[in-house]
């Protein structure tokens, strides 16, 4: 009898033990992990990590998936709509308190990363090279984190890929917003009143939003030129129909993850130089150039400004990581000798609806790739390409070189 009472004792705290630490008891429904997708703190970023069109994925793991109220505000989506998608509406502090996975499209500031449980991981868009203290922060507080910026460019991984997602949608929205402040129409047009030529663009670096960037001038009918340093990318700019601009600036070339290496500021002369021609002819100028984790090549400078016709319009893409083109603001349209700078920011976020889809698949794809089904959790496989590239804090320890 003795023997009895103990192992009943000993069968109640575990059952006890076990819910409190590992089971969530919801509606009279086990679950195992919780999932929460945040809104985005930045009231500028209209778009949600979720989006109804491939939630489907999230609930397939059999996880109880919260989201912050109001998520959907950007995209048009309701809290009822996702209610009766099978998600749980909930603020915001309960989202960060309760979650084993936190899905955010920012980073999170240290009063809200202390809500969190140790052992809980926050997977994202969290600008790791302007946020070195989170990452601290999450390592003494054994918060995992896996950083989107850093999936490998390995073909298995394009699913994942959010700087290519957004970076393709941002490409469009440059050639869309520039054309609304060109003060001419993009496409040729013989008319009774007369013929109207074409705009001319010119694309300077080709990458994903380079390449939407010329798709979409194309098909508004503009004349397209185009400029990398990588020359492999002449023959995809051919392929889209426009020229590739030849400027040799001796040896240039990219790294293994396909990203441009950084010229010399001889090259950077140069390159000027040469392409201010033209700059000067073309009515919109759009420059996406970057240098991965570095300020952006400064392309662009006044003396090419003064060369341009006033009332062209030059887009910098890449203002927010120190801009290509001298004078480019933030979320500003500045005016340098009739010459229109437009510094637009999180362009992505203009159409929010799909940048909204392609950010919740890219999230969703790494979730249900490296959920294990057995275990109820994350398995974090170092010898994965994906999980070593892109989880930078794990179990208390910063795993990335560049971060340590
Ligand atoms: P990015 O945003 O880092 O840079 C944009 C472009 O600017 C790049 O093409 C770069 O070469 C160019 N650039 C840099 N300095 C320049 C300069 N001084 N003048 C002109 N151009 C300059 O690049 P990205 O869009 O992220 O893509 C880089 C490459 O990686 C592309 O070829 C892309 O197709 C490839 N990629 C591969 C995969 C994959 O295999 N999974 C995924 C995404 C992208």
Redesign the pocket.
């Known amino acids: 009898m003795q023997y009895l009472k103990s192992f009943l004792l000993l069968l109640t705290f575990n059952v006890e033990y076990y819910l409190l630490h590992y089971k969530y008891l919801i509606n009279n429904k086990l679950y195992i992990v919780i999932i929460s997708a945040l809104k985005s703190n930045d009231s500028k970023d209209n778009r949600s990590p979720i989006h109804l069109d491939t939630i489907g994925a999230l609930l397939s793991l059999e996880a109880k998936i919260m989201f912050e109220k109001n998520i959907g505000d950007g995209i048009y989506t309701t809290n009822e709509q996702f209610k009766k998608a099978g998600l749980e509406e909930s603020e915001r502090n309960e989202c960060l308190q309760n979650s084993d996975l936190i899905i955010s499209n920012q980073p999170l500031k240290e009063e809200e990363l202390n809500l969190l449980k140790p052992g809980s991981t926050l997977l994202g868009m969290v600008d790791p090279f302007n946020n070195q203290s989170m990452l601290n922060f999450c390592s003494e507080r054994k918060i995992n984190v896996v950083s989107m910026e850093f999936i ?4 298995r ?2 699913k994942m ?1 959010v ?2 997602s957004q ?1 393709n949608l941002a490409g469009y929205v440059a050639v869309i917003e520039s054309a609304k402040y060109l003060s001419s129409a993009l496409p040729m047009m013989m008319t009774a009143a007369g013929t109207l030529k074409p705009a001319r663009v010119f694309v ?8 939407q960037a010329i798709a979409t001038a194309k098909r508004l009918g503009a004349r397209v030129e185009a ?4 020359d ?2 002449e023959e995809q700019v051919n392929s889209l129909g426009a020229k590739f601009v030849k400027i040799d600036l001796g040896v240039t070339g ?1 790294t293994d ?4 290496k950084e ?1 010399t500021p001889e090259q ?1 002369q140069k ?1 000027k130089d040469l392409q201010s021609e033209v700059c000067a002819k073309s009515d919109i100028v759009i420059t ?5 984790g570095k300020d952006a ?1 400064k ?1 662009i400078d006044s003396q090419t400004i003064k060369k341009m016709q006033s009332g062209s319009v030059i887009f910098d893409m890449a203002v927010e990581s120190g801009g290509n083109v001298e004078g480019s603001q933030i979320d500003e349209i500045v005016i340098d000798n009739g010459v229109k700078i437009i510094g637009f920011s999180n362009l992505a976020s203009f159409v929010s609806n799909h940048a909204s889809l392609a950010l919740s698949n890219n999230f969703n794809n790494w979730i249900c790739d490296f959920y294990d089904q057995d275990k109820k959790n994350i398995s974090f496989d170092f010898d994965d390409e994906i999980i070593k590239s892109s989880v930078l804090v794990y179990d208390g320890d910063i795993k990335n070189e560049r971060f340590k």
Request: hydrophobic residues 50%.
């Open positions: 490998p460019r390995i073909t991984a394009q890929d700087l290519s970076a300077i670096g080709v990458g994903v939003a380079g390449l400029f990398d340093t990588r492999v990318v990219q993850q396909g990203y441009a010229l950077i390159q996406t150039a970057q240098l991965f090549p392309l």
